[in-house]
């Protein structure tokens, strides 16, 4: 069965800091990846995604992901954060053709001014 | 550009009365699904619909039933509610399987007494 950790419930990062966000996948094929954004009281917004190729993927907002297979990792990244950037982020996992989707618990960054 | 909308947005129930959670999509796409987000847990699939006429059991599917009226609508109903099934509820879209993006409607909160 696949599962996705998110091992941060919660971040606080300064403005104009960056900001990763750590995401470890259990999957005994291919995973399909994704990062997902909720705003406050909001549905979830796809940020990017990962099914093959470059290991680096680039997302909408300025955000960024890595693919390391050896780590079964797919973390996110954000050079410098903007306070809109304050959210709940969701790492989800799938395999190609499927309708399910397995989502973390989830990791809510807060930003200071 | 509506994109995906869900109704009630609130309800409040008592221990065993029964509602039903509307969810309509306007960008024609075949696949459906039910999702419940609970805090810690992240999103977990109640109930998918692949394609009109067709619907699966997701990761928790006890205590709900669903209906695919039409391609557009996907309505998931609780017959005899319980406070276990005090969540937020998010319906979302997609074009076909996870390999695409999902869209998601803001959610439907209950709250069940």
């Known amino acids: 069965a696949q599962s996705v950790t998110q091992p941060d419930i919660h971040i606080t990062v300064s403005e104009g800091a960056s900001l990763e966000l750590r995401c470890n996948y259990s999957?005994?094929?291919?995973?399909?990846l994704f990062w997902y954004v909720q705003s406050p009281g909001q549905g979830l917004q796809l940020l990017l995604k990962?099914?093959?190729?470059?290991?680096l993927v680039q997302g909408i907002k300025g955000f960024e992901a890595e693919f390391k297979r050896s780590q079964s990792s797919f973390n996110l990244r954000k050079p410098s954060v903007h306070w809109s950037d304050a959210a709940e982020y969701f790492c989800?996992?799938?395999?190609?053709?499927?309708?399910?989707?397995?989502f973390g618990a989830g990791t809510t960054v807060t930003v200071r001014a | 550009n509506a994109g995906v909308t869900q109704t009630p947005k609130f309800q409040v129930l008592k221990t065993g009365q029964s509602m039903t959670l509307q969810c309509a999509q306007d960008?024609?796409?075949?696949?459906m699904y039910w999702y419940r987000q609970d805090p810690g847990m992240g999103l977990r699939l109640i109930y998918y619909?692949?394609?009109?006429?067709?619907?699966d059991k997701g990761e928790v599917p006890n205590g709900y039933n669903v209906s695919r009226l039409n391609k557009r609508e996907f309505s998931l109903r609780l017959e005899s509610a319980a406070p276990s099934q005090t969540s937020v509820y998010f319906c979302?879209?997609?074009?076909?399987?996870?390999?695409?993006?999902?869209?998601f409607g803001e959610g439907s909160r209950l709250t069940v007494l």
């Open positions: 979302a879209s997609s074009v076909g399987a996870i390999t695409g993006e999902l869209f």
């Open positions: 619909s692949a394609s009109e006429g067709t619907t």
């Open positions: 999957y005994g094929a291919t995973p399909y």
């Open positions: 989800a996992v799938g395999r190609s053709n499927d309708y399910k989707l397995s």
């Open positions: 960008m024609n796409h075949n696949s």
């Open positions: 990962y099914f093959s190729g470059d290991t």
